[in-house]
């Protein structure tokens, strides 16, 4: 069983930046696929990045691509997604996921994950 505990979210006007964090319980880390989600109220969860176990594979949603950057440090079994040019509308609560997966794939669908955080709100005023 793996616990992610996501971290960095806050209030932000709209233009500032956040760095999300995503700490993982387990000492395989490397061996994980991780991805970044995120639900604003009455909408239903949506895909931001994913990135591969390596590090060397990612991907974006269109509506963050150029904004957000997803990364990883897997000596400290932690991943991490930089939120610039923030707009009212990135409002939401982020999710940070994990499968296990040691191929070149990014995992773009809730369904492809197996463990999830709790969630970090983020919020952007205008």
């Known amino acids: 069983q793996v616990q992610l505990v996501e971290s960095g979210g806050g209030l932000v006007q709209a233009g500032g930046s956040l760095r999300l964090a995503c700490a993982a319980s387990t000492r395989t880390f490397s061996s994980y696929a991780v991805g970044w989600f995120r639900q604003a109220p009455g909408k239903e969860r949506e895909f931001l990045a994913a990135i591969t176990w390596s590090g060397s594979s990612t991907t974006y949603a269109d509506s963050v691509k150029g904004r957000f950057t997803i990364s990883r440090d897997n000596a400290k079994n932690t991943g991490y997604l930089q939120l610039n040019s923030l707009k009212p509308e990135d409002t939401a609560v982020y999710y940070c996921?994990?499968?296990?997966?040691?191929?070149?794939?990014?995992?773009?669908?809730?369904?492809?994950?197996?463990?999830w955080g709790q969630g970090t709100q983020v919020t952007v005023s205008s």
């Open positions: 996921a994990a499968r296990y997966a040691r191929g070149v794939y990014n995992y773009t669908n809730n369904n492809d994950y197996e463990y």
